[in-house]
């Protein structure tokens, strides 16, 4: 079954405290991404990488890190320097052929709640 | 400026009827253009790209008018299951992809 797969579903963290989200896709994709999505605001674009090994920051990069050790993992931690954590974590992947049609697809998403 | 401007609504109509959504995008560089449907507490979901001569997917017709920068959504006979917020996304520069807040729709019966 193909797709993009986060865990958990839901996170509680107390403050202070790093936590790793889990994102993994079974897609052959070549570029993920992670955004965080708050009410009443568009998806933002904290960390993006189009090869294994490299990764470039979005625009909310400040108090969250990533890792591409293989092309089908992409985790997300969210560190104690990231102010507002609460938030709806979504991470995507697309196919990079130069095509205008390849777009994103997204995972379900992790709800993380600082307690 | 934000890169990609929707009006937020809500849009609530009723069922059968036709509604549109608008779009504006900032910069004149852009490439690429979908929208994508999301349910609540859901992850968004693609619902079409947007081609430069405009493309139909059975109720749903998206437009884009590279001369004023929007993008259109019109969706026709509108159903319950339709009710969801839509977001415009729009890319440049082929990595990054910017999403606008999105419009909710709620058809009702």
């Known amino acids: 079954d193909g797709g993009i797969t986060q865990s958990p579903k839901y996170l509680f963290r107390k403050e202070g405290q790093n936590v790793t989200l889990s994102c993994e896709q079974n897609?052959?994709?070549?570029?993920m991404y992670w955004y965080r999505q708050d009410p009443g605001q568009g998806l933002r674009l904290i960390y993006y990488?189009?090869?294994?090994?490299?990764?470039q920051k979005g625009d909310i990069a400040e108090g969250y890190s990533v890792s591409r050790e293989k092309k089908e993992s992409f985790p997300l931690t969210v560190t104690s320097a990231q102010k507002n954590p609460t938030a709806f974590y979504l991470c995507?992947?697309?196919?990079?052929?130069?095509?205008?049609?390849?777009?994103?697809?997204f995972g379900p998403g992790t709800r993380l709640t600082v307690l | 400026r934000k890169e990609v401007e929707q009006d937020p609504g809500p849009f609530n109509v009723p069922e059968g009827a036709t509604v549109a959504f608008n779009c504006t995008y900032s910069n004149s560089a852009s490439q690429s253009f979908f929208w994508y449907r999301q349910d609540c507490r859901k992850e968004p979901k693609l619902l079409m790209s947007?081609?430069?001569s405009g493309n139909e997917d059975g109720r749903f017709t998206a437009q884009l008018n590279r001369a004023s920068q929007y993008i259109s959504l019109l969706i026709r006979d509108s159903k319950l299951s339709d009710s969801a917020t839509y977001l415009c996304v729009v890319n440049w520069f082929g990595n990054q992809f910017y999403f606008g807040t999105g419009t909710s729709l709620t058809v009702i019966p």
């Open positions: 990488s189009q090869i294994v090994n490299d990764f």
């Open positions: 995507a992947s697309r196919t990079i052929s130069g095509l205008s049609t390849d777009t994103q697809y």
């Open positions: 897609l052959n994709h070549d570029a």
């Open positions: 947007v081609y430069s």
